[in-house]
């Protein structure tokens, strides 16, 4: 795990990127580790503020100008800022997500849960439980659409409905999906 050097959040929560600098240039996420490396999330805050300071700079005992703060600015804001794989880990780690069909649909019924999410390939008639349920409580349910499977980020075989019961987790993922 690695951890912004501004403002210390971890890769699980946001995007980190990793500035390196070889022959007078930084190099972004190079994945060249001979070089020190100056970790930053893609907060726009953290960013300037290293600007301000020319933090990275310092750690590679060099000067960087305007341009190279511009360029790391750029390539954060190709960067989602949180991944929807890290936002279900954080969401598992905190104890807040409710794994497989049986026990979403419970969970649903007893108002804890804020966002369903299901793969893309369920059946027909798992689908039109979950509806049915989750129409009565007005929970938003939505499509998995991450790079991963659900099962594989979870590492539980066949899990493909999950549970959010933290409102605001469950918020930032849909802002996310
Ligand atoms: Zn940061």
């Known amino acids: 795990m690695v951890h912004c050097a501004i403002c210390g959040a971890s890769d699980v929560e946001r995007s980190i990127l990793a500035i390196g600098y070889k022959d007078g240039k930084i ?31 310092q750690t590679f005992g060099s000067i960087l100008n305007a341009k190279d703060y511009l360029r790391i600015a750029q390539y954060a804001k190709l960067c989602p800022s949180q991944t929807l794989e890290s936002l279900i880990g954080l969401s598992r780690k905190s104890g807040t997500l409710v794994l497989g069909t049986e026990g979403v649909i419970q969970k649903v019924k007893s108002g804890i849960v804020h966002l369903v999410l299901v793969e893309p390939k369920i059946s027909n008639n798992t689908r039109h439980k979950l509806e049915s349920v989750t129409n009565r409580v007005r929970c938003p349910i939505q499509k998995w659409t991450g ?19 933290d409102r605001n987790l469950a918020q930032t993922i849909q802002e996310n999906i």
């Open 147 to 165: 790079s991963k499977a659900i099962e594989h980020i979870l590492n539980k075989a066949n899990c493909k409905v999950i549970g959010v019961t």
């Open 27 to 57: 190099r972004i996420n190079h994945g060249d580790e001979s070089t020190p490396v100056f970790y930053i999330c893609t907060n726009s805050d953290c960013i300037v503020e290293a600007k301000t300071n020319d933090l990275i700079g």
